[in-house]
């Protein structure tokens, strides 16, 4: 980089993080499950309850399930074992279960549960084929999906972890009625389907049976309803007739109406990017000054901004809901593809993270509580971690430094803490996570006495606090007299991981030894503690001692 790049370079760090506006997170990896520069790909990160996240990762054994517990990451089970992996994926909780869809060496594609330490398989459809199980959604108290058998082709099945029961063959005779997009609203399971008599339209189940909800698009034409959204009563979702194109329709359950024909006509507004924020919902159309923001209380729905003046699109995408605000990524025809927010009135750029025309890209917007984090791209940096915020945007971390960038992708969060996948250069693509930045180190001595046999061994009991975010607790022990001239008795190295324990046997020998056998006042002694912790914090604990000696 020239020295002109690096200065702009540095202009722009200052500029995306001011300051008195430090990380409150940083990120940090979990664990290098393809160790060296290989990568493990994860994927599919989801909440698995108590601390954990169940996730997919390639290692040698394939594409596998893996489960880190806050701690560290180990494979589930090898469930194809070879390189081929399992191809595991829609991960469900139910409670303290996680259900998802699997395929075993046998090529048998089924649902898989996690009881605490058991996994067992449950079997749709038995034989080599298997069901391959898809749309898991919780509904009831059970999960529902769709699976295939020879009897009933594709249809809506549930499970409460223990055995799966069909709802119904609500299309005999079809071999497959392509059920997608299953969402509970008003006491019910709706989703798109299609019949021979229908076509694609909307369809429920209370759990027993599948019936018609509405058709849209009257006959065996297709309104190809979709992009479901809940929102003050009624189930939102783009759906198509001739007459008004592909627009914003809703339920409340008994009665299905066009809500707006966004662009009025034949012609369709294509609405999607469905999002509730406080009492709007927000969502992105086709009109006839372009793709747009938009957004509609219920009663009345409007574009709330003409962002790219004109018949051109701000072609706004991924609108994520945070603070209380709309936030999306947006072209406006000046400053390229770059993050925005609005509250449902007006539309604020939110950084012009690479200043210019050509845009940042903003990607994989995800929420936690009144932050947005995003992936976005500068020259200076490649893809790296943005925050967005009250107090602006900042970029989190350089996790690799350099043009290439660490690409954060397929974010998550469980119990309070985000995951997501990144590539530091050095250990590949694995499984990072966002945490408090730590800023010291810990221990505790818990040991009350020090016995030393005759022969000149004992055991002192330290402890790595488990508010230790960067463990383990490592560093040397170090026993010397408390008199001048200091006397060092022995060294011991010690490792521990954060909220656990551990004993270190120590050893006077020699001279030393024989000193404390014969003289008490070498006896007072003074343990110090030089401890380190992953972050690179460093803190000496000590604490003084009468040494007793025994047998």
Not at 199 to 206: C, H, I, K, V
Not at 492 to 515: C, D, H, L, Y
Request: glycine share 12%.
């Amino acid at each position: 980089m020239t020295l002109a790049g690096l200065i702009a370079a540095m202009a722009l760090v200052h500029a995306l993080n001011p300051a008195g506006a430090s990380a409150a997170l940083v990120p940090r990896l979990t664990s290098d499950v393809a160790p060296g520069p290989s990568d493990s790909f994860p994927n599919r990160i989801t909440d698995a309850g108590g601390g954990r996240v169940i996730f997919t990762a390639q290692e040698a054994d394939g594409t596998e399930p893996w489960i880190y517990n806050g701690e560290r990451s180990r494979l589930l089970e090898d469930i194809n074992p070879g390189p081929g992996g399992s191809s595991a994926r829609s991960f469900t909780r139910l409670g303290e279960l996680i259900i998802f869809s699997a395929e075993d060496s046998s090529g048998n594609n089924e649902l898989w549960v996690l009881d605490g330490s058991d996994l067992r398989k449950i079997e749709v459809y038995p034989g080599p084929e298997g069901s391959y199980p898809d749309e898991l959604t919780l509904f009831d108290g059970q999960v529902y999906f769709t699976a295939y058998d020879l009897a009933n082709g594709r249809e809506l099945w549930h499970t409460d972890g223990v055995t799966a029961q069909l709802v119904q063959d609500f299309d005999p005779g079809n071999p497959s009625p392509q059920i997608d997009e299953l969402i509970p609203f008003n006491g019910m399971l709706y989703f798109e389907a299609q019949t021979a008599a229908t076509g694609y339209e909307l369809f429920r189940s209370d759990g027993n049976s599948v019936s018609l909800a509405a058709d849209i698009n009257p006959g065996a034409a297709n309104s190809s309803p979709g992009d479901f959204m809940v929102f003050g009563g009624h189930l939102y979702m783009a759906a198509q007739t001739p007459g008004t194109g592909r627009e914003l329709f809703r339920t409340d359950g008994a009665i299905t109406t066009p809500h707006q024909d966004i662009y009025p006509g034949a012609s369709s507004s294509f609405p999607d990017d469905l999002a509730v924020v406080g009492d709007r919902l927000f969502l992105s159309a086709d009109g006839p000054l372009g793709r747009e923001l938009w957004q509609t209380d219920g009663t009345l729905t409007a574009m709330v901004q003409d962002l790219n003046p004109g018949a051109g699109s701000s072609s706004t995408d991924q609108i994520t809901e945070a603070g209380g605000r709309a936030y999306f990524v947006a072209n406006d025809g000046t400053v390229g593809s770059e993050l925005w927010s609005s509250d449902g009135v007006t539309i604020t750029l939110e950084s012009d993270i690479w200043p210019g025309d050509r845009g940042s890209y903003p990607d994989n917007l995800f929420a936690v509580g009144n932050e947005l984090y995003s992936a976005a791209y500068r020259p200076e940096s490649g893809e790296e971690l943005y925050r967005s915020g009250r107090a602006g945007t900042v970029m989190v971390e350089d996790i690799l430094p350099g043009t290439d960038g660490s690409n954060p992708d397929d974010f998550a969060e469980s119990g309070g803490t985000v995951y997501f996948t990144a590539d530091d250069g050095s250990r590949g693509n694995e499984l990072w996570k966002l945490m408090p930045e730590d800023l010291q180190v810990s221990l505790k001595i818990q040991t009350r006495k020090i016995t030393i046999t005759r022969m000149g061994r004992g055991k002192v009991k330290i402890a790595c606090p488990a508010a230790e975010v960067s463990g383990p607790c490592t560093g040397t022990l170090t026993l010397s007299t408390r008199s001048k001239p200091k006397r060092v008795y022995l060294k011991a190295s010690f490792s521990i991981n954060a909220g656990k324990s551990r004993t270190v046997p120590i050893r006077i020998k020699g001279k030393n030894r024989k000193q404390v056998n014969r003289n008490p006042s070498s006896r007072k002694v003074r343990l110090s503690a030089r401890v380190t912790d992953s972050e690179g914090n460093r803190k000496t604990v000590t604490r003084n001692f009468t040494l007793k000696v025994g047998k």
